[in-house]
């Protein structure tokens, strides 16, 4: 795409449900770590800049000095926390965020929503249900403001946040297609780590 952007892991989850750190996942189909085959798919979209989403104290893998750490500026706020600080750090008009735990995203997927977006109005996926998947979606470097005004206001629900947006206009809602729907699964638990693998 013509438009400069940047890409981002978010890799900062305490990983509670797993009781592991979902970063360090062997992924079954590559048989890499999980946050080096979702380096390796952002890097395959050929980005002008490189983020890696950090909890306060968290230390980078090894072989990613070629990326930028953003941490989180609260502390057990979910995912909002993660964006908030990626949207301050990013140097582009556009960032592609991408959670640690969707190993099976593909990147034409991605790729969609980037040429879904714009300068000032990032792209998200919703599902037949009405639910935005924020942790693989493109947001404009103009939405800072909004996410640490509603970080700070105790927000934590990216539906909320994503929905307000839509509304305002910096966020394009695009309906996921059922192809697309396995590309989404969230490795959260061991059980979702079982499902991966089958």
């Given at each position: 795409?013509?438009?400069?952007?940047s890409?981002?892991?978010?890799?900062?989850?305490?990983?509670?449900?797993?009781?592991?750190?979902?970063?360090?996942?062997?992924?079954?189909?590559?048989?890499?770590?999980?946050?080096?085959?979702?380096?390796?798919?952002?890097?395959?979209?050929?980005?002008?800049?490189?983020?890696?989403?950090?909890?306060?104290?968290?230390?980078?893998?090894?072989?990613?000095?070629?990326?930028?750490?953003?941490?989180d500026?609260?502390?057990?706020?979910?995912?909002?926390?993660?964006?908030?600080?990626?949207?301050?750090?990013?140097?582009?008009?556009?960032?592609?965020?991408?959670?640690?735990?969707?190993?099976?995203?593909?990147?034409?997927?991605?790729?969609?929503l980037?040429?879904?977006?714009?300068?000032d109005?990032?792209?998200?996926?919703?599902?037949?249900?009405?639910?935005?998947?924020?942790?693989?979606?493109?947001?404009?470097?103009?939405?800072?403001?909004?996410?640490?005004?509603?970080?700070?206001?105790?927000?934590?629900?990216?539906?909320?946040?994503?929905?307000?947006?839509?509304?305002?206009g910096?966020?394009r809602?695009?309906?996921?297609?059922?192809?697309?729907?396995?590309?989404?699964?969230?490795?959260n638990?061991?059980?979702?780590?079982?499902?991966?693998?089958?």
């Amino acid at each position: 795409m013509s438009i400069g952007f940047s890409v981002a892991l978010l890799m900062g989850g305490q990983s509670r449900r797993m009781g592991a750190d979902k970063a360090y996942l062997t992924d079954p189909m590559s048989g890499l770590p999980s946050w080096e085959r979702q380096m390796r798919l952002l890097e395959s979209l050929s980005p002008d800049e490189r983020i890696l989403s950090l909890r306060e104290g968290q230390t980078a893998p090894d072989g990613t000095i070629a990326w930028r750490a953003a941490f989180d500026s609260v502390t057990n706020a979910g995912p909002i926390s993660g964006l908030a600080a990626c949207l301050d750090t990013a140097q582009q008009s556009l960032i592609l965020m991408l959670g640690i735990d969707l190993l099976a995203m593909k990147g034409a997927v991605l790729e969609r929503l980037l040429g879904l977006a714009s300068v000032d109005t990032g792209a998200v996926y919703q599902n037949s249900q009405g639910f935005y998947e924020p942790l693989a979606a493109v947001y404009p470097k103009s939405a800072a403001g909004s996410a640490q005004s509603f970080l700070s206001a105790g927000g934590r629900r990216l539906q909320d946040w994503l929905g307000e947006g839509v509304k305002t206009g910096w966020m394009r809602a695009v309906p996921l297609s059922g192809d697309d729907e396995s590309a989404f699964l969230n490795v959260n638990t061991k059980a979702d780590y079982v499902k991966l693998a089958e």
